[in-house]
């Protein structure tokens, strides 16, 4: 079946610095949706990506989608504290009718 | 406005008990999902509703889990004869619409501990 894999699974850095996550999808993705999930919280979702090669970007957050619909990238620019938190990806295949497969996640911790 | 509500927000439960787990969606959503999420795992999809309609129950991991929305607004997973295995925090979410493109909102969840 469908499978999404993120990378890393953690990563630490100093306040400032950058951080990025990757997923990557067994399959072709109709859409693929971030969401962050604080510690101790429930996932709230951050963005949703359609097109192929799209970039979105929120503030510090830039989010792409490749171009075979296969990846995605997630990349946040001089991280703050409020940064804290694991990081999704979730896809959807071009057959389902609704449901998301879920990465990981990638936990991201920042020192200030 | 009241978001995904969940209860109740805590079970502990012996071995074998059954339990019974509430989710209240956004008022008007018809799109209703439940997922059981592990300690430091993603959400892993179990079942999905439009409206009162099951349309996917492939990620249900045995005929001990069973979900309900009768109505099309609350929903109900109820497992049977619970296990240690089943411990981990059960999330609902719901969404607008039906097409598959929408942001899903999240429940807080409800974690089970099956001692």
């Known amino acids: 079946g469908q499978q999404v894999m993120q990378i890393p699974q953690y990563q630490h850095v100093q306040e400032g610095e950058d951080f990025t996550t990757y997923c990557n999808s067994s399959t072709t993705l109709s859409n693929i949706q971030w969401y962050k999930q604080r510690p101790g919280g429930h996932p709230v979702f951050l963005i949703q990506?359609?097109?192929?090669?799209e970039v979105k970007k929120q503030k510090r957050l830039t989010f792409q989608f490749g171009e075979a619909k296969k990846n995605s990238s997630l990349h946040i620019t001089a991280t703050q504290t409020t940064d804290v938190g694991t990081y999704f990806c979730?896809?959807?295949?071009?057959?389902?009718?609704?449901?998301?497969?879920f990465g990981k996640g990638t936990k991201l911790s920042v020192k200030p | 406005g009241a978001g995904v509500s969940q209860s109740p927000r805590y079970k502990v439960a012996k071995r074998g008990q059954d339990v019974a787990l509430r989710c209240d969606p956004i008022?008007?959503?018809?799109?209703l999902f439940w997922y059981q999420q592990a300690l430091g795992q993603g959400p892993e999809f179990l079942t999905y509703f439009q409206n009162e309609a099951q349309l996917d129950k492939s990620g249900l991991p045995s005929d001990r889990f069973f979900a309900e929305r009768p109505e099309g607004s609350v929903s109900t997973l109820k497992i049977q004869r619970t296990q240690q295995e089943d411990s981990a925090v059960y999330l609902c979410?719901?969404?607008?619409?039906?097409?598959?493109?929408?942001?899903?909102?999240f429940g807080p969840g409800t974690r089970l501990t099956v001692l």
């Open positions: 979410a719901s969404s607008l619409r039906s097409s598959g493109g929408d942001e899903q909102f």
């Open positions: 008022s008007g959503h018809v799109s």
């Open positions: 979730a896809g959807r295949d071009g057959g389902s009718q609704g449901n998301l497969i």
């Open positions: 990506l359609v097109k192929s090669g």
